[in-house]
Every structure is written in C-alpha cells, then in structure tokens.
C-alpha cells in the first residue's frame, strides 16, 4: 500500500510570507501527526489531528496551525515566517490512537524542507 | 513536563564495535518505541515495547525495557555501515501523543 505523502518536497520562501504543506496518510489511517526536525533540536511534536479534531498541541506559537479533511489529508500552515522557521517538516501518520496496543506507531512520510530566506 | 532524555547524542564506533543508546524518563511509560532514521532520510519505525521488563531481539539489535517502565535501551552487536543513521525513542505516557528523545547519530569508523 502507499506510503505517507507529503508535498512539496522542498520550498524556499522569504520572511514574512506563509506556506503551507500536505500530507497525504496511508489509506485508513485515522491520526496524523507532525513534527519540525532541526539539527539543533531533534524532533519537535507541532500537533496531531484525529477525525478533523486536533487532539494535541505542543509548544509552537500560534502562526503554526494545521487542519485534517474527511478523507484525512492534513494541511499545515505557517505564516509570517521567520528564518529559524527553516527545517524538515515530517508528516506521520497512525492507525489510530490508543496506548499499548500498537495503533500509534508512526509511519512518516519523506518531510517537506522548508527554507526561508 | 513529560520529557525523554536520551543519551549519547553521538556515538563513533569501529566497525564490529557494539554500540548502545539510553533513554530516560522521569515518569512511568505506556510503552516506548525505537526509530531509526538514515542520513538524508525519515525516521522509520523498529519495534514497540510494551511490558515491564520486555526484551526483544532483531538480529543483532536487542531492545529493552525497564522493569519500572522509565527506561530503555537499545543495543547493536558488532556494528555494520548500515547501522549509520540516528537511532530516537520515542515515549507514550498514555496521552496519545509520543514524546520523542532528542535522538543519538550513530557513525562507523570503517
């Protein structure tokens, strides 16, 4: 079956400007989760959508916002942006939620690397 | 906060040396699963534990887990080039969302 998707692969943008990224789950996956790599700190938790409902948040300022459709495609935004905003972007997604019984294990997808100018 | 430590950050071994990666957490885990991620490429899932004390093997990778779930570890015998790549935990503490470590990079010396 297909992979996570996520597109585009690779953006240049300039201060002060928005993007915003796709992520395509694998079919029948219901959580998709994502998060900014940087060299400096690793993987960080942006937010995770489960059923069009964003279920959690970490500590990223309000220019950072997603949304997840009905068929579960996710969307990230980022406006403003600022150049520490330059990073991979990983997408993940999951069968669904639910401690201990594997269906949150990650499948991510290939990232969109954002650089701003 | 809900944190994972994990250490080292890097980690240089000859090739056939063993190599092993610690994570950390302060309080009781769900479970925890380890990722690995190539150079150039994205973090690929390798195993979830799941019980107190649990150890799994992949060939010559051994994944444990402490017996009071705070901990874990992850354990290569005699390292090979495709082992290159950094290698994260990551924590459940049973509020869906997984807490990753900050990763360890793993590069062989040929």
């Known amino acids: 079956k297909a992979g996570v998707t996520q597109t585009p692969r690779y953006l240049i943008k300039t201060r002060g400007q928005q993007v915003t990224l796709s992520c395509s789950p694998i079919?029948?996956?219901?959580?998709v989760s994502w998060y900014q790599q940087t060299p400096g700190q690793g993987l960080q938790f942006l937010f995770e959508?489960?059923?069009?409902?964003?279920?959690n948040k970490g500590n990223f300022p309000g220019r950072f916002s997603g949304r997840q459709f009905s068929n579960s495609r996710s969307e990230m935004n980022v406006s403003t942006l600022e150049l520490g905003d330059s990073a991979l972007y990983l997408c993940?997604?999951?069968?669904?939620?639910?401690?201990?019984?594997?269906?949150?294990?990650?499948?991510f997808g290939a990232g969109s690397r954002l650089t701003v100018l | 906060g809900q944190q994972v430590m994990q250490i080292p950050q890097y980690q240089h071994v000859q090739e056939g040396e063993d190599f092993t990666t610690y994570c950390n957490s302060s309080?009781?885990?769900?479970?925890i699963q380890w990722y690995k991620q190539r150079p150039g490429g994205h973090p690929v899932f390798l195993i979830q534990l799941v019980k107190s004390g649990e150890v799994k093997k992949q060939k010559r990778l051994t994944f444990q887990f402490g017996e009071a779930k705070k901990n874990s570890s992850l354990h290569i015998t005699a390292t090979q080039t495709t082992d290159v790549g950094t290698y994260f935990c990551?924590?459940?503490?049973?509020?869906?969302?997984?807490?990753f470590g900050t990763g360890t990079r793993l590069t062989i010396i040929p």
């Open positions: 079919s029948g996956h219901r959580s």
């Open positions: 990551a924590g459940d503490f049973g509020n869906e969302k997984l807490t």
């Open positions: 959508y489960f059923s069009e409902t964003q279920r």
């Open positions: 309080t009781t885990l769900s479970n």
């Open positions: 993940a997604s999951s069968r669904e939620t639910g401690a201990g019984s594997g269906a949150n294990v990650l499948t």
